[in-house]
Each structure stands twice: as C-alpha cells, then as structure tokens.
C-alpha cells in the first residue's frame, strides 16, 4: 500500500510549524468583544446580593451579566446538575458568578474587579467519606449522601468463586486530580448571525454534541447554533463537553450585538478543566497457587466535585474495563460517585480506565510477589485472548495482549542496566503491566458510528468532511491517508475540510479512541463509493468492465495492460460535467456492529479492544526518594498501524502523561481551596524526565477498523503509572500504593521500612 | 398544496428589510485592505511606461502591482482575450493598468492617482461597419476585421421559400447599450487562507463558474479557491462572470498577505458593468396574404466592444431564439461579433434575446399593418404549440403562447382610455408584443443540471444546500417552498444555506431563467429522497406499509388513520442516532432530459420554454414627443406557479427594466470616450415613470419543472419594447426602429412625417 501504514507527516504540520495555523485565540471578527468571569472565591457558599453597578458603568463595559439575568437552564452530560452562571450558591472555588464583556481584555478585567458579591460562607464538604454520611452538609439540594451516582455490577458467583481460592487478597489504592493540561487553553467566540442563528469557534473535540449541550444551556434549538472548530491545541479529552463559558458568552453576545470571545487564562484552567475523577479503589482478589486469577471484587469511591458532567461515565468505565483484561471467573464492583465542593472532575485519556488500571495492575504484581511468582507470568496465564468472550460481553475479534506484555517484558529485561551497587544509593527497577482499552464506545450513546462525505471537484481534487476533530493527534492526516489510498490519488490532492456543524456530517467526536476506527472507517466506505462511481464512467470511457479496472496514482487503468488507461482528473470532470451527471459526492453513514451495554453493563460495545503492555525501568534515589523512569518499552496491539509517525506520537505523549501523573502532577486542597493556581504551584515533568522510550507496534488486523486499524489515543497512558509503582517496588521493595509517587512518600515508606 | 403556488413571504426579508442582511460591502475582515484599480483614460492606446513609485511611498499602501509584476493568464469564457492587468495597450476607456492596495479606501484612491502612465494614443475603432473594412486598426492583434466571432445558421429552402411568398418585406432595427443597474455595485474580498487556499467573497450568480474563471486568471486549480457569496443586491445576469478585479485583489492579498476589499463606484460599474451587446439587425420576412409568415433571414452585426466575455452566446442566442416563436417555413441568419475600442459588452436579463425580439416583434407590426392585417391575428396565426418542433430543434412540452397573447390583447384593449381627442396634443395607442424563452440551455456546457444536497438535523430541522443563486429573485424561498411541500414540515423549519463552493453542491448557476426549472427540480428530487428515508425508519416504528403513510404539518401518518402518528422530529433523532443510523441526508445531481445544440444550433437545449405576451398602452406628447407608458399587460405562461409573489415581482421588475430600455437609458460615446459615467448623465426610469402593470399567469403545467414550473426570471423583461414601440406608431404613426425612444427621435420623426 502506498500510504497506509508508511510514515506520514501530519498534512497540517506547515501550517502549524510556521505558525499559520489559527487557533481560537488567532481569531479576531470585526467588532468583537472580550469576555472575562467572576468566579467563587469560596467552596461554598450562599450568593446574598451581587452589585454590578460600578463594572457597567466603566467605560469600554458592553454586557455584564449575572445568574439573575441570564437562562437559568440547568444542563450537563448525564445529571443537569449546573447552569451557566450561580443562582442561589457557589459550589466550589472557580464556579461562575458573574460575566461581563468590554471592548478590551483588560477593560472585561478591570470590571470583574468592580463586581461586589456578598456571600454567606457555608460549611465545606471536602472529603467524599464524610460526604457520604448522613450529617453532612449537601452539595446539592436533594441529593441524599451526596451521592451523584452508584453503579453495582456483578457477574458469576463471587461468594462462592473466593471461597474455592487458595489466595484471597484484599488492598486499598487511590488517584488524584490531575489536569489535562493541553497546551491551547480552552475557550470561545460567540457570534450572533444576521439571519438569528448562533455561530460558536471553539476547538471542541464533539463539535455536535458542544452544539446540542449549548442550546440546552441557551434554551434553543440545536440545529440554530454552528459549531466550528479552528485549529485545536491539544485536548485529551477535556475538551470533548462545553463549559459554562459557552452559553456565557452566547448570552453576551446576543445582549450586546457584537461577537464575543473568551480564551481562559491557565489559572482558570486550573480551576475549571475538569481533572481526573479522584478514586479510592479497593479491591480483593482471588488467586490460585499456580497464578490463576479467579475472581475480583472492587468498591470504588471517586470524588465528583461539585458538578457532574463525564464523571458519571469514568465511574462506569473505572467499574467495568479492567474485569476484561483477564479471563476471570467472576467479578463484583460496587461504585459510588460523591459530590464535594472541589474542582469538578470529569476526564481526559483514558476516561476512568487509567485509574483502574493503576489498581489492579499494582495489585497483580503484589499479588504474585505474594504467592512467590513472577508478576509477567501471572499476567501471561490469565490474558483474555482473540475470540475470547468477557465476563461483560466483550467479543474479542483481534488480540496482541500476550504479545504485548511479552514483547515489553523481553526489551526491558533485554535493555536493562547493571544492576546497582550493593549498599548504594542509587536503586533499579524493571517491571511490566498491561491494560485493555476500548476503540469507541456504544456505551455512551445509541449511535456509536460516525458519518463522512467524499466530494470529487471537476478538477480532481478530493475534499474529506467528517465531524470528527483533530486535536493535534493527526486524525485528518490519518482520513487524508485512507481516502488517498482508497481512490488511489496523491495525498496533496486530499484536502481534510474544517469542523462545522452545519456542512461536517454527524460524528459524535474524539473520545474513546474511536476516531481512526469509527471516523476512519467512514471515511474509507465513502471513497469506496466514490471510487465505485469513478470506475464505472471510466468503464464507459474505456470500455471495460468495471471490474477490469483500478485506480493507482491518480489514474485509472485496466489491470490486464495498465497503457489502456485515462487520468482520474478527465473522469472528474467528465463526471459532472455530462448529461449524465453524478454528483461524484458520497455521504456515509457507518456504524460498527456492536452492542449498547445493558443496564447491567453488559455488551459488545466497542468496535475493536485494544491492549498493550508497558516495560519500565526506573531508578530510585533513596537518599531523596526521587524517582526517575529511565526507559519505557510501550508495546501496543494497534490492529494495523495507519501512519507509524501518529502511532508513535501517541505512545511518546501517553508515557510522558502517564510519568507526570504518576510521578509529578497532583491537584491538591486545604479546606476546599485549590492549591495548585497556576503551573508554578503544579509540578509538570519536563522535557529532562522524559525517558528514552521503544515503541513496540503489534499489529492484529482488526477484522472490523479501516485496514485493521484499532485505536491507540489512550491507551497509550493507561499501563504507565502501575508500571513504575511495580518497578519501584522492584528496585526498593517499598509500595506505594495511592498516586502520585512522590519522593516524599517514598522517602517516608523507606525510612518506615 | 400548503405552500407550492400560495404566496410566500421571502425567507430573508425580515433580515433585508431590518438592515441586518450582509451584503459584501458589509464585511469587514481583521486586517482588511482596501483595493483601488487605476483605469485607462483612452479607449486605445499603447503603455508605454508606468511609474509606480510615489504610489509605493505613500503611508499605508501596502502593494502596487501593474501589468508586468502580476500573473498575466489571458482568461475569458469562450475567448481568452484579456489579461487582469493591461500589459502592452488599453483597449477601452476603462481597461485596468494597475491596482493598489492600501490601508484605506482614501489612501489606495490617493495612491492611484500618484502612478504615471506613458501613453502612445492609437487611433479608435468606435463603429462596427469601419471595424470589419479591411484597413481598420485592430483591436486585438490578429484578429481578422475585429471579427470576435461569426455565426451562420439556415433551416431549410430559404431562397425558394421567399419565391413562394406573397410579400418579402426587409428592415433594419437596433438596440443600444444599456446597464444591469442593479443597487448593490459588484465587488470582491480575496483572503488567503493559512493552508494555501484562496478565499474570495463576491456576489457571484455563479459560485463554481467564478471560481474556475479566477483559477484560470491565477494560473491555479480551481478547488484550491472557495467561493463564498454573501447576500446579493441584484445582478441580472452582469455578476454571473467574474471581473478583472477578482484576480487582483486574490493578487494583491497574496503580495500583502492581507484580505483584500473592492467594491466599485458606481461611475466603475458604469464602464465595466459589461452592458448589453449592441446589434444592427437587418430582418427579411416571407409572408402569405393571410399572414402566415413563411420564412425570415436575418443579418446581425454585433457590437462587442474591446473584450469578449459573454457576448458570443449572446449572439448565439439572437441568432436562434425568435425562429422559435412562430412556425416558420426556413429561417437564414448571418450574425457577426465585431471588436472596438468601446466598453466591452455581455448581457444581463434576456442574454440577446430581447434585442432580437425588439427586432421582430416590431417588424411583424409594421408587416401586419402593411398587409392590413391585425398583428395580433397574424401572431395567434403563426404562434407555436405544444408538441411543435421548432425548426432548431426545440420538442415543445408546454406552451401558453396563444393564451399569453389573447389574454394580453383582451386585457389591454378592454382597459384603454378613451381615444384622444381629435387634434389633441396627446395620442394614445396599445399594442401587443410576445416572446419566447428559455428554463436552462444546454447549449452552455455539456452539464445543464443542478445537485442539491437535503440535510436533516436531529432535532428535525432541515438545511437545504443548492449552489444555484438567490439575486434577490427569491430563489431561496423557492427551494424552501418546495422541501417544506415534499416533506410535509413547516417552512419555518428549513433553512437554505449560503452559497460556497466548499459545501455547497456542483451548479451552474443563476441564468438562462433556469434556478426553478433546474435548480428547484433538484431539491425536489433530494426532498423526495429525503422523505423516502424518513418514511422507511417511520414505517417501522409504526408499524405500517412505508407506501400506507406520508408526512403533513410535522408529522408522519398512517392515510387511513391519522391518529396513528409519529412525529418528523422524534424520527429524524432516531434515524441519526440509533444504531441502524442514517445520515438523513441525499446528495442528488440531476440534469434534465434535454439535448446539447449541435454545430448548427440545432437541438432540445431547454428543459422548458417560456412564453409570454405584453400588451401596452402609451401615451405620447406630440409637442414634446415624450413617451408615457400608462399600461402594461403582462401574461406569462409560468408551468406553474411556485411563489405568486416571486412572480409578481418578476413580472414588476421586467416590465420596468423594458420600459428603461426602451425609453431612457443610453450609454453614449463620443470618440470612444464615454459619456454617460453616472447616473447622473445616463437616465433611468423613475417611480413616476412605472405604469399600472397588471399581471396574467398563464399555467401550463410542464412535465420537466419541479411541480410543472418553467422560468420567469428574464421572460418579462422581453415583449416589453417592442410592445411600446408598437404602440407608439398606434399612437402617432410613427415607427421607431432604433432603442432607445427618446423624445428627440419621436419628435424628429413626427416633423418629418
């Protein structure tokens, strides 16, 4: 094949290279506005009186507007539990008071400034035990316990499965609030049309579900707001759903006639991307002598925050994922969602799975050290298999795991340094884990495909449209690549088209690394219709049969003698050009042949399962607890790679996610007020701890994605974190078991040992 | 039907009437600069220098580009023959010498009155007899005779068939350069895009058409440019091409990478409008005592000013169309496009047609009156019908061409005044006139057709896409009309889609009267389709035989019992979002069964044909010889009716662009150098002027047309001269022969007589 699987550069790297690419923030419409928020000071507390006098009367103030004159239209993904700006209280320190538009940034700044609120402070719900006792204070009103919600799935006879083991383990693991920390900070510009329709830029990764969550917020119809997306700067996930300041600035732009833009700072970010779902996860697990896993049993506790958006469904999926990744004989998970006047929590890369993951994965490896046997062979035993059916009703239809885990732990063992000094201060440490993953997600949504239009212009040239969004991760490369490859054209002649709502066919959008698989795959049904088309005017033209003929750099020939042949760009125009005319356009819509879960969690939901397996060393200085990660091995079962330069991006951009979270990030509190405002109080890793990192790439030829093709945007982070806790314990016999692994912690581990 | 022939309101007349619609000149682009074109002063001379320098000094002009440093593509429709800056000589007073682009509009105004040019003046060629004489100065090199183009078309025994006659009566007429005059002038923005692509926003009739035209004059493929038309402020034909002025300002933001504005003054449009082409037309007619009219040769020599765009179809069409209004034995015609140093011509409204119908309408009165017949019997007598082939080749499915006539007659002798008194100053006389035209011509290009894509949302709203143009005729409406009747929703719920040649499908856009007939058959079929998938998934929610329900107000229901219903909106969710999802959208491309004329002129080239009669009554001043029209009758045989207002205001508007034609408007030369350079020396009719116009629709329900419809866009505009001149020698019995009719030429005639 020319393109697929050959490297690639991304189509738009020279526009983002030389600075071309317009993001949000490059956007300016004539006459615009900027927007800027009041935010709580408070976790929570009882809004008294807001005056807003003094910003409308600075000079260059347009709008301001509070929770009294705007729609009080409650929305959200699963629980419409917030509105865009406080009505009654403020649930946790960054929620919206109060918004204003001025003609400058610094003006909108200066007015926030003005804004007077008088706030009655209420006690602060910030632990998700406490939370969940009958005394404690509400979040929101009629929300028993705080709890947002609960899931209980159960296959098998667990009482009885545990009863037969030999080893029954019990152990107790957490995760923090970590950000997605993209690059691009998030933002929007709302434009009022002449003819009363609504246009939004923003770089939304679901531009039709941005749409949908808009118009409820506004109390409009979907289908009168345009969403389109400019260039995105990194999203991971939390960019998927709007925030508040969508409809806010829709609200001011409508109340001052002009466009409105809002870009928040990185401190609003920090306050307001939606971090992680923070869980306490225990589980217990049931073993055999010879390293049979049998059965599991999880109580997971995650903290919400103050408003639910995808929290509901990272529950869901830190409750189910990881009962898939090994044959086990029954599972039991009882899980609860709390709210607390924190940051809200809802996800990125990974969606839940990554905490999970981090639990079992560290606990697998206590386990066999436990029972005296080796954590990779355990792993290897128990590994589900192609063909396999899960305890939820995952069909596995390809599947590299044992190669996977293998393949990790042969180049880690292989590459390994001396081992240390005895009595030295510098400690090493290999270890491997490994992690399932989905490649869309039926779960979520009736519809779990996604559409795409191929449009031939008389002159040749193949313009793509799908709904799908490129964050950065090369998902227009990728379409660009397939459709070349399929009409059998240049990829120069491939041009991607821009999100918008109103010309974009439906997609529900880049999550669950769905977009090659799902949005590939609809983009490879649509230029199999086109080319169908051009093949049969050609057929005419050559009077051939149809099936005599093929496509191949950008002419179509008769296979038996390729001289009889004409030019792709004749048959173009001829196409739509005669009385015989055709549109040369194909619009698909495709969806996988997949199962929704039911409401027990059960069902073949995903398109492909993906898996891989990560090899970490590490080297531990025990003098200082630091931790470094000298190389990860990220061996990954892709299907079948579409361009190795995307595959490999996602794997180097996983594992440095995976260390920070592991090892650095952490989002921290006291009495409900956030601690890490800005990245000088938020330890990013750095280029210097990025490790050396071997990409191992297993290919299974997915018998559903585009050539094979499964996803690999998340996973690529999941194995990461309970990799190094196993490799630490490896090289220091000291296990921390609660994220992130700070030299502190291992410090005090060490010294307690 | 609930909206197919009842009067609609036009969809964007809220957002036109509250100022709110934005037209080109309404946009404002971020960094936008302003582009002013230095014209020749001399209608012929050579360049011999130009010196741009203290144009490039001034502060805030950012580019000046001349002839010899911008591409130098000779582009045209059928004859390439200029250049988008003049690079050795003028050919007009008019011709483009060099651009610039400047910060403001005063300052590019400034800059271009700083650049020297060096003229050799050449001598003029200002008449096309001189110009066709062997030692004329030409106006392009190596053009024989400044012959641009010639046609010679002969349908049967043409000399036997004069032998046979009764009478052979000969004459000669003319018509004159007149403007579109629409309100909005033409204009373009081009922007560059940060991927390479061009963007230009104009209000082009024809998106696709423009935009292979500015790839042509850049010298690059044509889908590396979008097209994009906001609102159009009228154009009748003179914005379906492009200017010089769209090339150089793509030029001129590329050299400034900055968005670059033109909008011309009115005194710019008045020399580069591209008025009508101004034919000497010498009519031989063979007739029997009785009337009938047997043959009629016709010689045509065609003032096509200094560049060819449009004209040699609109020497074609004056060549051809009125043979196809009677029923003539044989038909000769000789007809000659002659290149001079005057502003260029093309056509708006009637494209050729109506100078020829001024010709033989006209000449049938004088030949009737002659024989002593009435010319309204000798035309029922000779008239076409349906199911007639005319001598070119037209197959007549639907003709009201009789009925047109007799209504008109006996409409406007049963109003006229009384007879003027004997000896009084003022005459009165009425008279008749019809025409035959188009619904699309084939004739243009090989495609004839239009595609339209039908979009349904979710929330059931419906987003129609149509390449096809809407000047202000009221083709948006249309299209809705026609989707909310095949799909049985509510108007209000479709929105037709602005015009981009990105996303909107393949057309040819608005002219030839064919945006119904062709156009508006292609959102029919796509609605249908639509329809069929909506009913298909509503089939099976209720149940029922997809044949057993149909679609009304909304809701789909059962015909035998409507209370067994769905609704459209809960099936559209449904169809996009369940996972049997349909994309609820057809891309259709349909092309109407009609022939390509062949080398001789001959074939089916109209999915319709349009007739129409015009009887009027005038009033003239003996002592001043000043013309008033007092009524005009105007029946129009339309297939059906779609939008009476539409039509209405069609009928309203061709009557009064006739009536200038006839009377008042004139572009006048002196030496080459024109004289009318504003408004304020070239006269238009008036309110004052506009007579009572009282409207006959004839419906003859065609079989090709979307609900039987043909077009009626450019029929009004015809009978309306010759009708006038009619009346006129009716009046005072005095023929004028050559447009327009002023009161001079009225006056002289009368002292003459």
Chains 1, 2 share one sequence.
């Not at 709580?40 to 009186?49: D, E, G, R, Y």
């Not at 404690?136 to 705080?146: A, E, I, T």
Request: charged share 25%.
């Amino acid at each position: 094949m020319k393109y697929i699987g050959n490297k690639q550069s991304f189509i738009d790297s020279k526009e983002k290279v030389t600075g071309k690419a317009k993001y949000l923030d490059d956007i300016v419409i004539h006459g615009m506005l900027y927007c800027k928020i009041l935010r709580s000071p408070h976790p929570h507390a009882k809004i008294l009186k807001i005056d807003t006098t003094l910003a409308e009367n600075l000079e260059g103030v347009k709008a301001v507007i509070t929770g009294k004159n705007c729609p009080n239209n409650k929305f959200g993904l699963e629980i419409a539990d917030v509105t865009m700006l406080a009505t009654d209280k403020v649930r946790y320190v960054g929620d919206e008071v109060a918004a204003v538009a001025a003609v400058t940034e610094e003006i909108a700044k200066e007015a926030v400034k003005l804004i007077k609120v008088e706030y009655e402070l209420l006690p602060v719900v910030d632990d998700v035990f406490k939370a969940m006792e009958s005394d404690s204070p509400l979040v929101h009103d009629g929300c028993k316990n705080n709890i947002a919600k609960e899931y209980h799935f159960s296959r098998g006879n667990i009482e009885e499965d545990f009863a037969e083991c030999d080893y029954v383990f019990e152990d107790e693991f957490s995760t923090h609030r970590v950000q997605g920390l993209y690059m691009e900070p998030f933002g929007a510009i709302a434009k009022w049309e002449d003819n009363g329709r609504l246009t939004i830029y923003s770089g939304l990764q679901s531009i039709f579900q941005g749409r949908n969550e808009i118009a409820k917020a506004l109390g409009i119809e979907p289908s009168k707001i345009t969403v389109k997306a400019p260039f995105i700067g990194g999203a991971f996930g939390a960019k998927i759903w709007i925030r508040n300041f969508h409809p806010i600035v829709a609200v001011l732009a409508k109340i001052t006639q002009n466009p409105v833009k809002i870009v928040l700072t990185r401190e609003e970010e920090m306050l307001t991307t939606r971090p992680r779902v923070a869980p306490k996860i225990k589980i217990k697990l049931g073993m055999m002598k010879d390293g049979t896993m049998v059965c599991k049993q999880t109580n997971i506790i995650a903290d919400n925050g103050a408003y639910s958006w995808a929290a509901t469904k990272i529950l869901m999926n830190m409750s189910i994922r990881t009962d898939c990744l090994y044959r086990f004989k029954s599972t039991k998970t009882d899980s609860y969602l709390v709210y607390t006047n924190l940051i809200p929590t809802s996800g990125f890369r990974a969606y839940g799975n990554s905490q999970a993951h981090f639990a079992l994965e560290s606990f697998i490896d206590i386990c066999a050290r436990k029972i005296g046997l080796d954590p990779v062979q355990v792993r290897l035993k128990n590994t589900v298999h192609k063909d396999y059916l899960t305890l939820h009703g995952w069909k596995i239809k390809s599947c590299g795991l044992s190669e996977c885990i293998d393949a990790a732990n042969k180049a880690i063992v292989k590459t390994r340094l001396p081992k240390e000094e005895q009595g030295g201060r510098i400690k090493r440490g290999i270890a491997t884990a490994c992690m399932t993953h989905v490649s869309g997600n039926r779960g979520g949504s009736k519809f779990d495909g996604s559409s795409a239009m191929i449009r031939v212009h008389e002159d040749g040239k193949v313009f793509v449209f799908s709904g799908e969004a490129d964050l950065g991760q090369g998902a227009k490369t990728i379409f660009a690549q397939i459709a070349a490859e399929v009409l059998g054209v240049s990829i120069d002649d491939i041009t991607v088209m821009p999100l918008d709502t109103d010309t974009s066919p439906f997609a529900l959008g880049t999550y669950s690394s769905r977009v090659t698989t799902v949005g590939g795959k609809a983009v490879m049904l649509a230029a199999e219709d086109v080319k169908k088309q051009i093949i049969n005017i050609a057929a005419e033209e050559l009077k051939r049969p149809k099936d005599t003929l093929d496509i191949k750099d950008g002419v179509i020939y008769y296979t038996a003698d390729d001289r009889d042949n004409i030019s792709f760009k004749s048959i173009c125009t001829k196409a739509i050009r005669t009385n015989k005319s055709i549109p040369v356009t194909s619009y698909i819509s495709y969806d996988p042949p997949t199962i929704g879960a039911d409401s027990t969690g059960y069902g073949d939901y995903s398109s492909a399962y993906t898996y891989g397996a990560h090899g970490v060393e590490v080297e531990v200085d025990t003098h200082t607890g630091h931790v470094k990660v000298i190389k990860v091995v990220a061996a990954h079962d892709v299907g079948k790679v579409i361009n190795p330069n995307g595959v490999i991006g996602q794997i180097n951009g996983g594992v440095a996610q995976g260390i920070g979270w592991a090892l650095y990030e952490n989002q921290q509190f006291k009495n409900g007020i956030p601690q890490s405002t800005g990245l000088h109080k938020y330890t990013l890793m750095t280029m210097k701890d990025m490790p050396e990192v071997e990409s191992i790439i297993v290919e299974t030829n997915d018998p559903v994605g585009p050539f094979g093709a499964k996803g690999i945007g998340e996973p690529t982070l999941i194995p990461t974190a309970p990799a190094i806790a196993n490799a630490i314990e490896d090289a220091i016999g000291v296990r921390i078991k609660d994220l992130p692994i700070t030299p502190e912690k291992i410090y005090r581990a060490l010294n307690n040992k």
